[in-house]
């Protein structure tokens, strides 16, 4: 519908004097798929514009220099009472992968450890129970995705990393789950080790930081932190792992 609209200038124009007659401001847009978030934004502009496009249908026959074609493609694309009904249900699953796109894409905090907490939020998202049938077999589709690409082997060099990230920053800290912690700890102390005895001169000759130059640099950043809310950890912690031990 969207490639339709704006593929034709007399489409595009009437889009424009309604949404302008009714207050609405922007313009249909098109997802991109190099672009994250592209294909959320678009539904998001889609459903804002739902009231201008049922008033242009209403006008589609009174459209001066439309042809026949034209309108019978537009027609072919018109979306139901139920059509919008999905829309709504997509766009609210995809709101949640939105948000943690931009969480993970920060800038004034550190983000590594903030995946594991992205990670632990829409897995809980995913498994979460609906009323809602179409959210429901949205998130069963999504949650065959998810376990494919963002399921590591503890094993791996990237979760070692992120659990490693997770278990030294304050606010992601407390969320490890009891095993996430030992991969983690036992990361850490073997790259001490080994950067040690690679480098034993260079650790050996590091200066020591003072004490109100350490009290400057957790309140900057305390400052920077991401709150649990800020991560969707609005749930109790053991739920996200039922069955998974915690660290107490």
Not at 102 to 125: D, M, Q, R
Not at 168 to 173: E, N, Q, V
């Amino acid at each position: 519908m969207i490639t339709t609209i704006r593929k034709s200038s007399i489409l595009h124009d009437a889009i424009r004097t309604i949404a302008h007659s009714l207050s609405i401001d922007g313009d249909l847009i098109l997802d991109m798929r190099i672009r994250w978030n592209s294909s959320y934004n678009m539904l998001c502009r889609l459903l804002l514009f739902q009231s201008v496009l049922d008033e242009l249908y209403v006008q589609v026959d009174s459209l001066s220099g439309l042809t026949k074609r034209q309108q019978a493609k537009l027609m072919g694309v018109h979306l139901s009472n139920n059509d919008w009904s999905l829309l709504q249900s997509l766009r609210y699953v995809l709101e949640r992968f939105s948000d943690a796109t931009e969480l993970v894409s920060g800038k004034n905090y550190p983000t590594l450890s903030i995946a594991y907490a992205v990670k632990l939020s829409l897995h809980h998202f995913l498994n979460d129970l609906t009323s809602d049938n179409n959210v429901r077999i949205m998130k069963q589709m999504l949650q065959v995705e998810f376990d494919q690409y963002m399921t590591l082997p503890l094993d791996a060099v990237e979760a070692n990393i992120i659990n490693a990230a997770a278990l030294l920053d304050p606010s992601t800290h407390d969320i490890l789950k009891r095993e996430d912690r030992k991969v983690a700890e036992k990361f850490l102390v073997l790259e001490a080790k080994r950067r040690l005895k690679d480098n034993p001169i260079e650790y050996k000759s590091m200066p020591m930081t003072t004490v109100a130059g350490d009290t400057e640099e957790l309140e900057r950043n305390d400052s920077l932190a991401i709150t649990k809310d800020e991560m969707y950890l609005d749930f109790p912690i053991d739920e996200a792992f039922e069955g998974e031990d915690l660290e107490p």
